[in-house]
């Protein structure tokens, strides 16, 4: 029999759900509480929408700093190939830069929205906007419908696409937090993702402003290790930003809840400590004529001299040769693990993603069903999944969409049988040509509505 699906939230997760859920032959209703579907999708820049990756799963997996292997699977099925099949189905061109970056070729995020419009119109999904979903009903143990309006409205499967707690203007209210939870669900506190860290260190009078392409970054908690990367870093007014930083920086609000959190910076990755050391004291047995700053700037950008005699009190102009081993040992520090003090990573009214989310041991990875009520299903920022800059959170929402939409919408129980639910999906994923992007279903028609001017 055919399923109705109730799928709670409009933004990039849900409409992939729509999308597969419909495909699958499901009848769908798509609640969104704003006017427009989308609307944080709209809202991401044009010229820096990067809506997916060209790497592999392995590449994609090194980019969640939460949640990877939870969604090992929804990669698998619905990688970057798929994704770039997908969106050209939608009517999306793409283009990509040398970073492997996906993003739309023209028309920014606007158009993927718009694209999205078009088809799940053409596909007969219900929209119902301006509708925000109060309640999951469920008989305990199963979903039984959703309650909009203050009016009961029954479905056999609910897909709870709600996004996270960022950019609350944008509509991120934790809904969906509050519905896992009400239904059992344990929530890992939701914090600030994807945002500038605030520092201690008065840094932006010498270095705001200035961004460094290479630099390995530590983070340390009650000054133990806990982890570095290395990519870019970016000095701002108050602290510092950049493709590594805002990567880590869901991790630093977790750390930085109840302890002390350090930035090490290892401007000179390219040398090791120990050959710098032999190299630093070789220098000043036989550099005479040079200076601390001429010798330093071998190995990293002068830019950063000022830092020295502010934070390290030596002086550059000081002859290399005669520096004392104290102020070698200061520049060392400098050169390879620069500290820096937490103080917070940016709130959510700037933050452009969530870390935490719905636990996600206690959903399946291969149907994004809850493993404790049946019929409902998870899919986007709402997870405990975490990605770094360069497509990976919006491919997520994708992704998980994809397995969510897809499972919601069969026909048969995405509890009976696993591996049944595994080969339905690599079934009919989008690369494989069992799946036509063209040719989905047409059910629902009938009930589909212009999406500019239905309410539920
Ligand atoms: C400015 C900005 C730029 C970004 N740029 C990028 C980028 O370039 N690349 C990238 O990968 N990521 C980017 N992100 C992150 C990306 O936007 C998110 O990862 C993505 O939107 C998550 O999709 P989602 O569908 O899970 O959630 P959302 O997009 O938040 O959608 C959830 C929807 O659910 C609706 N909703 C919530 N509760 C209810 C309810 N009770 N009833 C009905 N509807 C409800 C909300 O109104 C919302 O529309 C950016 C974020 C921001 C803020």
Request: hydrophobic residues 35%; neutral net charge; glycine residues 10%.
């Amino acid at each position: 029999m055919t399923k109705t699906v109730a799928i709670i939230g409009a933004g990039p997760a849900g409409m992939a759900a729509a999308y597969f859920a419909a495909d699958a032959g499901a009848q769908v209703f798509l609640y969104e509480k704003n006017p427009v579907i989308g609307k944080k999708l709209i809202f991401v820049p044009w010229d820096g929408c990067e809506l997916t990756h060209s790497g592999d799963t392995d590449d994609f997996m090194e980019n969640y700093a939460r949640g990877a292997e939870f969604i090992r699977f929804s990669l698998e099925k619905f990688g970057s190939k798929q994704a770039i099949k997908f969106f050209k189905g939608l009517g999306v061109e793409l283009s990509t830069n040398e970073d492997g970056i996906i993003s739309p070729a023209s028309g920014g995020s606007p158009s993927v929205q718009k694209a999205f419009e078009t088809k799940l119109t053409d596909m007969g999904v219900t929209f119902c906007i301006s509708s925000k979903v109060q309640e999951i009903l469920t008989d305990g143990k199963k979903v039984t419908g959703v309650e909009v309006h203050n009016l009961a409205k029954p479905f056999d499967r609910v897909i709870i696409a709600t996004g996270g707690a960022a950019r609350p203007k944008l509509g991120a209210s934790g809904d969906g937090y509050r519905f896992a939870q009400t239904l059992g669900h344990n929530v890992i506190d939701p914090l600030p993702a994807m945002s500038e860290v605030e520092t201690v260190e008065k840094l932006g009078k010498f270095l705001g402003g200035m961004s460094f392409p290479k630099v390995t970054i530590s983070i340390y908690q009650n000054h133990t290790k806990i982890l570095d990367r290395t990519g870019p870093i970016a000095f701002t007014e108050h602290g510092v930003t950049g493709n590594t930083i805002l990567f880590l920086s869901g991790i630093i609000s977790r750390l930085n809840d109840k302890n002390k959190v350090e930035i090490g910076i290892d401007i000179a990755p390219q040398i090791t400590r120990d050959l710098l050391e032999k190299e630093l004291i070789a220098k000043s047995a036989n550099s005479n004529h040079y200076s601390v700053g001429e010798i330093i700037t071998n190995y990293i950008d002068k830019r950063m001299l000022p830092v020295l005699s502010r934070f390290f009190r030596i002086q550059d102009s000081k002859p290399m040769s005669h520096i004392t081993n104290l102020e070698r040992k200061g520049l060392l520090l400098f050169l390879k693990d620069f500290r820096i003090t937490v103080k917070k990573v940016k709130p959510f009214h700037v933050a452009l993603y969530t870390s935490g989310g719905v636990d996600t041991s206690e959903v399946n990875p291969k149907t994004m069903e809850s493993n404790r009520i049946k019929g409902l299903y998870f899919c986007g920022e709402v997870l405990d999944v975490d990605g770094g800059p360069g497509g990976y959170n919006l491919h997520s929402a994708f992704a998980t969409g994809f397995i969510a939409g897809k499972s919601a919408g069969r026909r048969t129980s995405s509890r009976k049988n696993s591996a049944e639910n595994e080969n339905i999906l690599v079934d009919t994923a989008p690369e494989s040509d069992a799946i036509e992007i063209e040719n989905h279903n047409t059910l629902g028609k009938e009930t589909a509505a212009n999406p500019s001017n239905t309410t539920d």
